[in-house]
Nanobody, 121 residues
Framework: QVQLVESGGGLVQPGGSLRLSCAASGTIFSIFRMGWYRQAPGKQRELVASITTGGIINSADSMKDRFTISRDNAKKMVYLQMNSLKPEDTAVYYC???????????????WGQGTQVTVSS
């Protein structure tokens, strides 16, 4: 089965930077879109950014100037570079994949387990 595993979260000072990674595993031919969502305590899960195989990026306006998404199709990985972090960025960050092509067909809505990002002084 397809799995997504996030890494790179942790505790960082306000104004600091963090780079998140997400690795897809399993027999996968291609993934149309990979992205990042986040969920703070008591809040709804929200889109941070996503990127297609063609490099089309969709991202939240409030984070566009500070966060950058990228992917490595050969490695089946997606990254999120987060700069100028603020306390309000504190959340669990989840990796997502849509249009995952496997021998069994195409799947969507695959989620990782999440990685905690805490921004605090």
């Amino acid at each position: 089965q397809v799995q997504l595993v996030e890494s790179g979260g942790g505790l960082v000072q306000p104004g600091g930077s963090l780079r998140l990674s997400c690795a897809a595993s399993g027999t996968i031919f291609s993934i149309f879109r990979m992205g990042w969502y986040r969920q703070a305590p008591g809040k709804q899960r929200e889109l941070v950014a996503s990127i297609t195989t063609g490099g089309i990026i969709n991202s939240a306006d409030s984070m566009k100037d500070r966060f950058t998404i990228s992917r490595d199709n050969a490695k089946k990985m997606v990254y999120l570079q987060m700069n100028s972090l603020k306390p309000e960025d504190t959340a669990v960050y989840y990796c997502n994949a849509e249009g995952v092509v496997t021998p069994a067909g195409t799947s969507s809505g695959i989620w990782g387990q999440g990685t905690q990002v805490t921004v605090s002084s």
